[in-house]
């Protein structure tokens, strides 16, 4: 049988299986294993009182050596027998070439192993610490990114985590023991681990770091994430089997398809290679939704092992589940589990306090109607309750009613929005402000632009194909849609700010709220196109107004917004006998 992973060693199990590739960088690296030493031996004192010691050239080498050197072929081989490659690198001739080849490769690779003391690359620290830097730009100008440094070193690792976490404070950096954090939110995922070589050889290095790294990681949609991108790695020579160049022929006849329409003529080759990144994208996603490992990730198992996780200490109420400003529940793990479980909601329900509840059921359209025309007091009385209100009935619902109807918010040690809004604006968001972008934004369906001068906030609704091979002055169609700064604001859609903080939407899909705008597409690319200023987008229309870009929504959240749009356009108008329309209300 089996036996069941708890959370944190299934995380660590899937870390591995993502880690790929780490990238060693030492001036005494050697490429051979560390030389095995018997325990020295102390002779009998000669007669001067003295002793002697004794070894010999090899054992005295080997302990000299602990101090410096690092060994990679014992380090290599302790991370191949775990399916991951590393490679050693050691900074010779200039310094700056060799600075900017470890920063090259360290881009790309899961770890990076740094030397603290570095002769070759000038003062102690330096090389390292200007590494980091030129890293830290690098994810700071993507956007952020999970990442792992480790400086190995002989000196003294709290001396040295002292030192560097001085140098790293315009990172908002912070020191745990031998550990530095970030506070800056694009390398809140970023970590640097101090570790002294005569603490831990290259062979208990790896696991050390293996188990870094998965703390970096652990959670139910970041574990199912990472799983993913290594399952894709996994099949990656099978996608370029099926996707050979013998599909050439296919995909050119699509094109010349296209070319041969005139309407698509000058659009052929964009439009085919959307179509070859949906064929492209399909074909991981069905390839993801069938692997055993990522289902594995987020398995009813490894749920119901997530509270264990987050809680240690079975008494103290960690979880919060939020009902209304009035109203938050606080439970502990057991009580987490055995909702999740779902076995016995009624009674978890009842234990972690959830109680009946009135809700007010309103009045009817026709009641409204019959008062705003009924002239006569004695009529008007039974349905005006004493506050000269309209009444209401009540309705008692219970907890299993409240749970099943009520919006559900939870959250660990003190409740918060934030993580729902952060997966509201994943799901809404394809490119938003706080995404680095290499080319600026165009006008298209799903654009969001908010007006510099009366702060009003716009989503062009405008069809893909209009969008595109533009002469002339084009007017674009917009909804005026409405930002939610009220906390129990209705919304509908979010995206992240520049800021990081969440710009909530109300978007009413009615024609009254349809607008147009005039632009002036850019003449060679034949697109409307944003310009940059001030690190923010912005785009003018054909009166001088500025817009500021905010983002875009994915291509399916936009055509759902299209098409309840369309649905509203498209009711139908009609007479009909007034007293039949009034028996159907």
Same mark, same amino acid.
């Given at each position: 049988m089996?036996p069941?992973?708890?959370f944190?060693?299934n *995380?660590?199990?899937?870390?591995?299986?993502?880690?790929?590739s780490v990238?060693?960088?030492?001036?005494n690296?050697r490429? @051979?294993?560390?030389?095995a030493?018997d325990d020295?031996k102390?002779?009998?004192p000669?007669? +001067?009182?003295?002793?002697?010691?004794?070894?010999?050239?090899?054992?005295?080498?080997?302990t /000299?050596a602990? *101090?410096?050197?690092l060994?990679?072929?014992?380090?290599s081989?302790?991370f191949? &027998?775990?399916?991951?490659i590393?490679g050693?690198f050691s900074?010779?001739?200039?310094?700056?070439s &060799?600075?900017q080849a470890?920063?090259?490769?360290?881009?790309?690779a899961?770890i990076?192993i740094?030397?603290?003391?570095?002769?070759k690359?000038g003062?102690d620290?330096k090389?390292?610490?200007?590494t /980091?830097l030129?890293?830290?730009e690098?994810?700071?100008s993507e956007?952020?990114?999970?990442?792992l440094i480790?400086?190995? #070193?002989a000196?003294n690792?709290?001396?040295?985590?002292?030192?560097?976490?001085k140098s790293?404070?315009?990172?908002?950096?912070? %020191?745990?023991?031998? #550990?530095?954090?970030?506070?800056?939110?694009?390398l809140?995922h970023?970590?640097?681990?101090?570790?002294n070589?005569?603490d831990k050889?290259?062979?208990e290095?790896?696991?050390?770091?293996?188990?870094?790294?998965?703390?970096l990681?652990?959670?139910l949609?970041?574990?199912?994430?990472v799983?993913s991108?290594?399952?894709i790695?996994d099949?990656t020579?099978n996608?370029?089997?099926?996707f050979?160049?013998?599909?050439?022929?296919?995909?050119?006849?699509h094109?010349?398809?296209?070319i041969?329409?005139p309407?698509m003529?000058?659009q052929?080759?964009?439009?085919?290679?959307d179509?070859a990144?949906?064929?492209?994208s399909?074909? %991981?996603?069905s390839?993801?939704q069938?692997?055993e @490992?990522?289902k594995g &990730? %987020?398995?009813k198992?490894?749920?119901n092992a997530w509270?264990?996780f987050?809680?240690?200490?079975?008494?103290k109420?960690?979880?919060?589940?939020?009902? &209304?400003?009035?109203?938050?529940l606080t439970?502990n793990?057991?009580?987490?589990?055995?909702?999740?479980l779902?076995?016995?909601?009624k009674e978890?329900?009842?234990?972690?306090g959830?109680e009946a509840?009135q809700k007010?059921?309103?009045a009817?359209?026709k009641?409204k109607r019959?008062?705003?025309?009924?002239?006569n007091q004695?009529?008007?009385?039974p349905i005006?309750?004493?506050?000269?209100?309209i009444?209401?009935?009540h309705?008692t619902? @219970?907890?299993?009613?409240?749970?099943?109807?009520?919006?559900?918010q939870?959250?660990i040690?003190?409740?918060?929005e934030?993580p729902?809004?952060?997966?509201? *604006?994943?799901e809404?968001?394809?490119r938003?402000q706080?995404?680095?972008?290499?080319?600026?934004p165009s006008?298209?369906?799903?654009?969001?632009l908010k007006?510099e001068k009366t702060s009003?906030?716009?989503i062009?609704?405008q069809?893909?194909c209009?969008?595109?091979r533009?002469?002339?002055t084009?007017?674009? /169609?917009?909804?005026?849609?409405?930002?939610? +700064?009220e906390k129990?604001?209705?919304?509908?859609? =979010?995206?992240k700010?520049?800021n990081?903080?969440?710009?909530k939407?109300?978007?009413?899909? @009615?024609? #009254?709220?349809?607008? #147009?705008?005039d632009?002036?597409p850019?003449?060679?690319?034949k =697109?409307?196109?944003?310009?940059?200023e001030?690190?923010q987008?912005?785009f003018?229309?054909? +009166?001088?107004?500025r817009f500021e870009?905010?983002g875009e929504?994915?291509?399916l959240?936009t055509?759902?917004?299209v098409?309840?749009l369309?649905?509203q356009?498209s009711?139908?108008?009609?007479?009909s006998?007034?007293?039949?329309?009034?028996k159907?209300?």
């Amino acid at each position: 049988m089996t036996p069941v992973l708890s959370f944190k060693e299934n *995380s660590k199990m899937i870390a591995q299986h993502f880690l790929q590739s780490v990238v060693a960088v030492d001036d005494n690296i050697r490429f @051979k294993a560390r030389p095995a030493f018997d325990d020295e031996k102390l002779a009998e004192p000669d007669d +001067t009182g003295f002793g002697e010691f004794e070894a010999d050239d090899d054992k005295q080498q080997a302990t /000299t050596a602990l *101090s410096h050197e690092l060994y990679y072929q014992d380090l290599s081989h302790e991370f191949a &027998s775990k399916g991951i490659i590393c490679g050693g690198f050691s900074p010779e001739g200039d310094v700056d070439s &060799s600075l900017q080849a470890v920063v090259n490769t360290s881009k790309n690779a899961d770890i990076t192993i740094l030397d603290w003391q570095m002769e070759k690359a000038g003062p102690d620290g330096k090389f390292a610490i200007d590494t /980091t830097l030129k890293i830290s730009e690098i994810d700071i100008s993507e956007g952020g990114r999970t990442r792992l440094i480790c400086i190995y #070193t002989a000196e003294n690792a709290e001396d040295v985590a002292d030192i560097l976490v001085k140098s790293l404070v315009g990172l908002h950096s912070k %020191l745990e023991e031998r #550990t530095i954090t970030f506070e800056l939110p694009e390398l809140t995922h970023w970590k640097i681990e101090v570790v002294n070589k005569a603490d831990k050889l290259e062979v208990e290095l790896c696991d050390f770091l293996i188990n870094s790294f998965a703390n970096l990681t652990t959670g139910l949609l970041s574990n199912a994430v990472v799983s993913s991108i290594a399952s894709i790695r996994d099949n990656t020579h099978n996608l370029l089997h099926k996707f050979n160049s013998t599909l050439d022929p296919a995909y050119v006849s699509h094109i010349l398809g296209l070319i041969s329409s005139p309407k698509m003529r000058e659009q052929a080759h964009d439009v085919a290679f959307d179509y070859a990144v949906e064929l492209i994208s399909e074909e %991981l996603k069905s390839s993801l939704q069938i692997n055993e @490992k990522v289902k594995g &990730s %987020l398995s009813k198992k490894i749920i119901n092992a997530w509270p264990d996780f987050i809680e240690v200490d079975d008494l103290k109420k960690s979880f919060f589940l939020e009902l &209304s400003d009035e109203e938050k529940l606080t439970f502990n793990r057991t009580q987490m589990k055995r909702l999740l479980l779902a076995d016995d909601l009624k009674e978890t329900l009842k234990e972690i306090g959830m109680e009946a509840s009135q809700k007010n059921i309103v009045a009817s359209q026709k009641a409204k109607r019959l008062l705003a025309s009924e002239s006569n007091q004695e009529k008007i009385d039974p349905i005006l309750n004493s506050n000269n209100a309209i009444q209401v009935k009540h309705q008692t619902l @219970k907890p299993i009613e409240r749970f099943e109807r009520e919006a559900i918010q939870l959250s660990i040690n003190e409740p918060s929005e934030k993580p729902l809004l952060d997966l509201c *604006s994943i799901e809404n968001t394809r490119r938003s402000q706080e995404i680095s972008l290499c080319r600026a934004p165009s006008l298209k369906q799903g654009t969001i632009l908010k007006n510099e001068k009366t702060s009003e906030y716009y989503i062009c609704i405008q069809p893909l194909c209009d969008s595109v091979r533009l002469q002339r002055t084009t007017s674009f /169609t917009f909804l005026q849609i409405s930002e939610v +700064t009220e906390k129990k604001g209705k919304f509908t859609h =979010v995206i992240k700010k520049a800021n990081n903080e969440h710009l909530k939407l109300f978007i009413s899909c @009615k024609a #009254t709220t349809v607008r #147009t705008l005039d632009f002036l597409p850019d003449t060679d690319s034949k =697109v409307v196109l944003s310009f940059l200023e001030d690190r923010q987008y912005f785009f003018e229309n054909s +009166t001088n107004i500025r817009f500021e870009w905010y983002g875009e929504l994915k291509q399916l959240i936009t055509q759902d917004i299209v098409n309840n749009l369309a649905a509203q356009i498209s009711r139908v108008g009609s007479d009909s006998f007034e007293w039949l329309r009034q028996k159907q209300l």
